[in-house]
């Protein structure tokens, strides 16, 4: 099993960045393809990007494209979330995610954190 804990949400105004950590300890990580999911007041949790095992592929929703990079270090143990130009709309929480399988756009996460929260002000 593999412990996720998510850091750098905070609130931000409409056009600027943040950048997301989430440190993985447990098992190896390199073992594990990582994605973020965020989850609005009232909303189901919805995907927005993830990163292959081997930190290769990265996959995005179409509402973040161009606006998010997902990345990994291997020997820190740790995925980011960068996140510029963002928008109101982008407020949630977000959470970090973990399975020992490289499914692109088909992420589900097997193993999650405790979320870290997002608020986009307009």
């Known amino acids: 099993q593999v412990q996720l804990v998510e850091s750098g949400g905070g609130l931000v105004q409409a056009g600027g960045s943040l950048r997301l950590s989430c440190a993985a300890s447990?098992?190896?990580?390199?073992?594990?393809?990582m994605g973020w999911f965020r989850q609005a007041p009232g909303t189901a949790r919805e995907f927005v990007a993830a990163?292959?095992?081997?930190?290769?592929?990265?996959y995005y929703s179409d509402s973040v494209k161009g606006r998010f990079t997902i990345s990994r270090g291997n020997a820190k143990n740790t995925v980011y979330l960068q996140m510029n130009s963002l928008k109101p709309e982008d407020t949630a929480v977000y959470y970090c995610?973990?399975?020992?399988?490289?499914?692109?756009?088909?992420?589900?996460?097997?193993?999650w954190g405790q979320g870290t929260q997002v608020i986009v002000s307009s």
């Open positions: 995610a973990a399975e020992n399988y490289d499914r692109g756009h088909g992420f589900r996460g097997d193993y």
């Open positions: 447990g098992r190896t990580f390199s073992n594990y393809a």
């Open positions: 990163v292959s095992r081997s930190g290769g592929s990265t």
